[in-house]
């Protein structure tokens, strides 16, 4: 989407509810009721001919990547219909693969991985402590655009909103040399971080003793810690008030002060920000707040040093919301905030006038708010600020997209907008055995459904290894896990029926799943009308390895000029 204007996202937008719309019975389906709703039978019939006898190599070439592969060939002519859905669906979806990325092979690493597998030769290996490999992967990379963003803009002052463990911040702050506060709503999770920040200043301290004249630049101030719930329905002043020591130098903890707390009040604000369901991001982490923390623990919720703990029954009261006078300006970053977070770091950039920058990699779009559906399943209790005017929801967030007729996403379209793709197209080329789990839980919705037809969609927990068991054994262990009798009657001869058409189970989910980046484009595009509706640049950068890092598309905006350097080759926009 380089340079691309406001009328060609609005076309772009435009283009994607009408396909989206036309083609809602796709990104609406449940897989595990394939047999029991007859998703197949939901298929023009020339598609399932098409469809119904291709291996999953076949489809992976004919399908889901965009040109097809010199092994596979089309068993069949196929329908101009169906032609026409993959040709629209490729050409609608932003480009995934960064500037420069070639064509992902049977490995799924990035070539900084190749020496070792789980260390990233781009990080310094102080960095790497307590972080997996996809987590290097993405704090390296981002961090470099954060600082990039710092130079364009001239602000050192950086705010990592749903900061998890502090492992991005920590490479900001301590490597790149940036003043930060890290935001994160979990307790448990900013204890983390602090221990880290303690343990990566015990290291520094030795490399410093042990080589006095090292080439390792390090910046001796770590980041500033802050417990809090960014509400995307607060007035800035409010979002202000969290951040009171920010921009402050001399804040978190340093080499020469000992101080390994955060210096910072931590406020808690009761938000949908973070919602208590796992992410397909890993990093996700789920939303603890105040009063579920303290009765985890059997008591109140120990106070660090430093820190005071406000809001929902907490020790003081909350001082009136108020931005500090006289503040610096800041840089809003967010990796894989969920949900409404994403939409908070955007909200608190164009409306507050101290915010002069963002990245925002965004994840979880299940969790958005929507009119239809204001509470998505599994948010608490909570008290959003009441605003007057309209309400407001995570999508859509433009007033174009708003008006958009069928723009409405479903819970289930935005979940299957965080599927990996290019992990599924993988795992269809190698005819991985792993695909079978498709089929067996479809198959099991028809056996707890005819035991108890009052449940359905139960969740299954994650059984190990399926696809090595027969799927008596799978159905055994499945039921018991729901709290049904796994003595439940099989009858064998309809079950091996359909378990025969294992291969149009899979069809069925690769027609879905190439309609999933559309959904997140829809989505992201809404968030950059958004934004120059409200008069601000924006960009979108395919930034990391997708087969690495599903959720790899990263938001920039300024109040100022985008540097062409920062955005080196961006997706290319469509419907111009």
């Known amino acids: 989407m380089g340079g691309a204007s406001l009328e060609a996202r609005k076309l772009l937008a435009a283009n994607l509810t009408r396909v989206l719309s036309l083609y809602s019975f796709l990104t609406d389906a449940y897989i595990i009721e394939f047999f029991t709703d007859n998703l197949w039978g939901s298929l023009p019939p020339s598609w399932q001919a098409a469809l119904a006898d291709l291996s999953s190599p076949q489809l992976a070439a004919l399908l889901l990547e965009h040109s097809g592969s010199a092994e596979a060939s089309y068993s069949s002519v196929w329908p101009l219909s169906l032609l026409a859905f993959k040709a629209t669906a490729h050409s609608l979806a932003f480009p995934r693969r960064p500037s420069g990325h070639a064509q992902p092979s049977g490995g799924r690493r990035p070539e900084e991985f190749q020496e070792n597998p789980c260390q990233s030769c ?108 960014v509400n995307p329905l607060a007035p800035w002043q409010e979002f202000l008030s969290l951040l009171h020591c920010c921009g402050e130098e001399g804040v978190g903890p340093t080499l020469g002060s000992g101080a390994h707390e955060s210096s910072g009040a931590a406020v808690a604000l009761h938000s949908h920000s973070k919602i208590p369901d796992g992410g397909e991001e890993k990093g996700c982490q789920p939303a603890i707040s105040p009063e579920g923390d303290r009765a985890a623990a059997g008591g109140e919720i120990p106070a660090s040093p430093g820190h005071r703990l ?136 028809t056996v707890i459904r005819a ?49 025969a058409q294992q291969q149009r189970v899979v069809a069925f989910f690769s027609l879905a799943l190439l309609l999933a980046p559309l959904v997140e484009t829809l989505i992201l595009v809404d968030r950059m009308i958004y934004l120059q509706e409200q008069g601000f640049r924006c960009e979108l950068i395919p930034l990391f390895d997708p087969a690495f890092s599903p959720r790899n598309l990263v938001l920039v905006a300024a109040k100022t000029e985008l540097n062409a350097m920062l955005l080196g080759t961006p997706a290319s926009s469509k419907g111009e």
């Open 310 to 445: 406000l809001a929902g029954g907490s020790r003081d009261s909350p001082a009136p919301p108020r931005a500090p006078a006289g503040g610096q300006q800041l840089l809003l970053t967010g990796l894989h905030a969920c949900g409404d977070l994403s939409v908070a770091l955007l909200r608190q950039f164009v409306r507050c006038p101290r915010v002069v920058g963002i990245t925002s990699v965004a994840c979880c779009y299940m969790k958005l708010t929507t009119k239809e559906a204001p509470r998505p399943p599994g948010l608490g209790p909570c008290l959003p600020l009441p605003m007057p005017g309209p309400p407001e929801y995570g999508y859509p967030l433009s007033a174009w997209v708003a008006g958009l007729p069928g723009h409405q996403l479903s819970y289930k379209a935005r979940e299957g907008a965080c599927h990996a793709l290019e992990d599924y197209v993988l795992r269809l080329r190698l005819d991985s055995p792993t695909l079978r789990g498709h089929g067996f839980r479809a198959v099991l919705e």
């Open 122 to 229: 781009k990080l310094h290996p102080v960095f790497r402590k307590h972080v997996k490999p996809k987590k290097q992967h993405e704090i390296q990379k981002l961090g470099q655009v954060v600082k990039q963003l710092s130079d364009i803009t001239g602000c050192r002052c950086i705010v990592d909103v749903g900061s998890g463990q502090g492992h991005l911040s920590r490479y900001l702050a301590f490597g790149l040399h940036l003043s930060v506060t890290a935001i994160e709503g979990d307790p448990r999770l900013v204890r983390e971080a602090t221990r880290f920040d303690r343990e990566l200043i015990e290291t520094l301290k030795k490399k410093q003793a042990e080589q006095p004249q090292t080439s390792d630049s390090f910046l001796l101030q770590g980041p500033n810690h802050v417990t809090g719930w």
């Open 451 to 499: 035991a108890e037809p009052a449940k359905k969609r139960l969740g299954v927990q994650t059984i190990a290894k399926a696809h090595t068991l027969s799927f008596e054994e799978y159905a055994r262990l499945g039921l018991a896990r729901l709290g049904m009798s796994p003595d439940v009657p099989l009858d064998t001869a309809p079950l091996e029926a359909m378990l």
